[in-house]
């Protein structure tokens, strides 16, 4: 019997991949264990492997389309077997029924798009159904794991539940009104939450597709000399044609999408405060120097003013836990892992791979470790648990830029920007002498924490870098 590939579920969040590429032919002979096809999520580029040995039977799916995980998308038997994903488990369990009256009969493969290719045609188990029927829940939009990936069972009901976006009270009102799924929402309220202004969004772009603007307008009588509010000019959209001045169009889809649509929604929900504050690196240049000389043959690598930065983070945080926070619809949490995110800049947009529990790990396993993420992000290898943070580190400094108002990565409650380092003629000791000095700049939401907390923990960044010994004391 054909083994089947699916696309697997490559994180809690994860519910559609991009089919980047397929690795081998249609028909090829693949090992198990073999990479055959490439997926991308929100984060990363993923390898799926071939589950057994066999020739390979890829379904109807192109390249560069969107399929949601658990999808059947090839199956792995003998040469002249064809796709079709297994639903005898289906039609052998008298006790598994499928919905709305339609006879348990194999799923058309020709147009299979997604575990239920159909419809019209759900197959369901009788505690599927009775939870789906207590909880208004359409089985339609549940995505199956039963009987080789057609069925859907009571699980994946449960997990459908359990997965259900944030809303607030109005705006679940008005999506019901409206008839609007609100999983197919992006949320730009605090901890990604649904908004009414969200759900308004949507209702003003079905009316205009509906042409419901035009037929207003268009009204005789009264109304049509009714005064209409101003509106604010918009420019015509002009289609782009060979010669004019765009040379290359990149779709906002994939990773750049996503990226896109977080630092709208955190530029527009967050309220964000920056603060800035120079630092004299002197001390911190010299510890980096003294351990490169010391440790680089040891430990295999020399350690970075990256690794340093994590690491007085950490301390930072530990010190401070209400800066090690996040924000969600109804409340401000206050987490315990101090997760510790180093944003690195890819071929496929801005990553933010995390160093867990950086607190509890000395500078050599900070250093190590970070360096296997960002080996990951840059080669799209990322692995799931490689992101989530607690707190966020962004630095432009090898890019010469002093300070800048970075984007906090929502829902955290911060993110320090760090600048470059640089020699200035400061103050020191009574003296005017040149000092190698850098520029932080904390960016916190106001919502989490007021301004003098912020800054209690931001001059204790700027006391661990100028006395980087403390270090020692912690």
């Known amino acids: 019997m054909a083994k089947e590939l699916f696309i697997p579920k490559l994180g809690q969040t994860v519910e559609e991949v991009r089919l980047v590429r397929f690795l081998v032919e249609d028909g090829a002979k693949v090992d198990q264990g073999q990479e055959v096809v490439e997926v991308e999520t929100d984060k990363a580029v993923f390898a799926v492997e071939s589950p057994a040995k066999g020739y390979i039977h890829f379904g109807p799916f192109k390249e560069d389309t969107v399929q949601p995980v658990l999808t059947v998308i090839a199956t792995i ?3 002249d077997e064809k796709f079709a994903p297994e639903v005898a488990e289906v039609q052998r369990s008298g ?3 499928e919905t709305q009256g339609a006879s348990a009969a194999p799923v058309a493969t020709s147009n299979l798009q997604s575990p239920i290719s159909n419809p019209a045609k759900i197959f369901a188990s009788p505690r599927a159904k009775k939870l789906a029927g207590e909880e208004h829940v359409d089985l339609s939009k549940v995505t199956p794991t039963g009987g080789g990936g057609v069925r859907v069972a009571e699980r994946d009901v449960i997990a459908y539940l359990a997965e259900a976006p944030k809303a607030t009270p109005i705006a679940e009102r008005m999506a019901a ?5 609100l999983r197919t929402l992006t949320g730009t309220g605090a901890g990604g939450a649904i908004t009414k202004e969200d759900v308004e969004r949507v209702v003003a772009q079905k009316r205009r597709y509906a042409g419901e603007e035009e037929t207003l307008r268009g009204r005789g009588g009264a109304e049509e000399k009714t005064p209409a509010a101003p509106v604010t000019p918009v420019a015509p959209v002009v289609p782009v044609t060979p010669g004019q001045e765009v040379v290359q169009r990149i779709p906002l889809k994939g990773i750049k999408g996503i990226i896109a649509e977080r630092m709208a929604a955190s530029a527009h929900t967050v309220a964000r405060v920056t603060m800035f504050m120079d630092v004299d690196a002197s001390e911190f240049v010299a510890l980096r120097e003294r351990l490169k000389a010391k440790v680089s043959e040891a430990w295999g690598f020399a350690p970075g003013y990256n690794d340093l930065l994590i690491r007085v983070v950490a301390v930072a945080l530990r010190k401070y836990p209400y800066m090690n926070a996040r924000i969600t619809a109804d409340a401000i949490e206050y987490l ?10 890819t071929d ?9 529990n950086a607190d509890q790990k000395n500078l050599h396993q900070i250093g190590a470790e970070l360096r296997e993420l960002v080996d990951r992000a840059r080669k799209s290898r990322s692995l799931p648990t490689d992101f989530g943070g607690t707190f966020t580190i962004t630095s432009l400094g090898p890019m010469d830029v002093d300070g800048f108002t970075p984007i906090i990565n929502v829902p955290e409650a911060a993110i320090l920007g760090v600048g470059r380092i640089a020699d200035k003629p400061v103050i020191y000791k009574g003296q005017i002498a040149a000092r190698k000095m850098m520029t932080l700049s904390l960016a916190f939401d106001h919502r989490v924490t007021d301004g003098a907390p912020a800054a209690k923990f931001l001059k204790t960044i700027k006391e661990l870098i100028e006395e980087p010994y403390l270090l020692l004391a912690e």
């Open 77 to 79: 038997g003998k040469v």
């Open 348 to 356: 496929r947009g801005l990553l933010v791979p995390v160093v867990r």
């Open 95 to 97: 006790g598994e029924e």
């Open 177 to 181: 009104e409206a008839g609007i799924d």
């Open 336 to 345: 315990g892992p101090i997760h510790v995110g180093m944003a690195v800049d």
